[in-house]
């Protein structure tokens, strides 16, 4: 692999594929406060709601495995316009204002090229990333989709209000910015691989099984703070959901590139332990949350401990990955995150006709923190074995 011999991190491709992720970023997280409500004007219910965000999560996962087999065959940046390409041209669609049907049709659509998207930029990312820097790189890029959640759901919300819902315009700016991520997605150039590497024809990678089971239980919370949180504030009458999620992307932000450098140079584990224990505490608090101040502080401390562990595990996937591994690599763990979301809203929705708010969140706190007991577990069986 061509690593960037001259070792610097921001380089042009670097920009223009952090300003591709932003921009397409952009484009979904601006759908949030507008999609659902179209959905409902077009004839639909609450659960064709919840059904359209089911189909678009499962096409974006159900070619994955297949596309991190051929990555390497095709490319990395032939997989990234494809990606971002189905994306803006379905967009588009929707500027017809399309009835339920096509809806669900264009969504599934904008599913297919979301998953090769996010496919194609992490093993991209790792590519760019200088010997000795991925951590720093994977932080660096991890602020790109924090930053579009600060900035697009609310600039979503106010176009809507401000309009009176005029659909036409609010998708103007959706595909606006897909067309943006398109050009800036043209101008990123592929790192030359080295020839004569072996290529392996896989589906699963189990060089990364346990950063997946973490990234995994990790989302796997993150789905029940997404679906269940506004559920909750409106329970409690707590009148901050929105300044959560503003406050948990910007401190993500902040915490995901000082995490990766952290982890450059104490060690992987030194730094994703921790980042789970403290998001770990920021559920327990979500849990007993009765105003506003409550909640708004378990954002912060989500955003650091969230921000930190996603860096640092994904760097770790990155570290027992060859070069030729990377699509696959990549493939089996951005795929446990986007299961982590979808079971994680589906199982601790069938919870919460049993359990209230606060067991509900008692027990993500709880499947937040479970890579750490594997981790002490697999520590101490090590010991066991060396004293043996």
């Not at 678009?56 to 991190?68: A, E, K, N």
């Not at 592929?190 to 950063?211: D, I, T």
């Not at 763990?333 to 079971?343: K, N, Q, R």
Request: aromatic share 12%; with cysteine; glycine share 10%.
């Amino acid at each position: 692999m061509n690593d960037n011999s001259d070792h610097k991190i921001v380089t042009a491709s670097f920009m223009a594929l952090f300003g591709a992720i932003f921009f397409l970023f952009f484009a979904l997280d601006y759908y949030i406060p507008v999609l659902p409500f179209y959905t409902l004007d077009a004839g639909g219910s609450e659960a064709s709601v919840g059904l359209l965000m089911g189909l678009f999560t499962f096409c974006s996962v159900v070619l994955r495995p297949f596309q991190g087999r051929d990555i390497n065959r095709k490319g990395r940046k032939s997989l990234l316009m494809m990606g971002i390409g189905l994306y803006a041209a379905a967009g588009l669609g929707l500027l017809f204002l399309p009835p339920l049907p096509l809806l669900f049709i264009l969504r599934a659509i904008q599913g297919l090229g979301w998953g090769a998207f996010l496919l194609a930029f992490n093993t991209l990312t790792l590519d760019l990333a200088p010997p000795g820097k991925r951590g720093s790189v994977v932080g660096l890029m991890g602020m790109a989709p924090p930053l579009s959640l600060a900035t697009a759901p609310i600039l979503g919300e106010h176009l809507r209000l401000t309009t009176d819902s005029n659909y036409l315009l609010l998708f103007m700016v959706a595909s606006a910015a897909a067309l943006v991520a398109l050009i800036l997605g043209a101008l990123v150039k592929e790192p030359v691989r080295e020839s004569g590497s072996e290529e392996k024809r896989m589906l699963f990678s189990r060089k990364v099984l346990y950063p997946s089971l973490v990234i995994f239980c990790m989302t796997y919370t993150l789905g029940a703070i997404l679906t269940f949180l506004p559920l909750l504030g409106e329970v409690r009458d707590i009148r901050a959901v929105g300044y959560f999620f503003t406050i948990f992307a910007l401190t993500t932000v902040v915490a995901r590139p000082a995490a990766g450098r952290l982890s450059d140079r104490l060690g992987r584990e030194n730094v994703y332990i921790p980042g789970l224990l403290i998001a770990g505490v920021s559920l327990l608090l979500i849990a007993y949350a009765e105003w506003a101040g409550q909640l708004l502080v378990s954002a912060f401390i989500l955003g650091v401990g969230f921000g930190a562990a996603h860096s640092s595990v994904m760097a770790l996937a990155a570290d027992r990955l060859p070069v030729m591994e990377r699509g696959i690599g990549m493939a089996t763990f951005t795929t446990a995150f986007d299961l982590g979301i979808v079971v994680g809203s589906i199982t601790l929705g069938f919870l919460l006709s049993w359990f209230d708010f606060k067991l509900l969140f008692i027990i993500c706190a709880i499947i937040m923190i479970l890579p750490v007991f594997g981790h002490l577990l697999k520590g101490r069986l090590a010991r066991s074995e060396s004293s043996g």
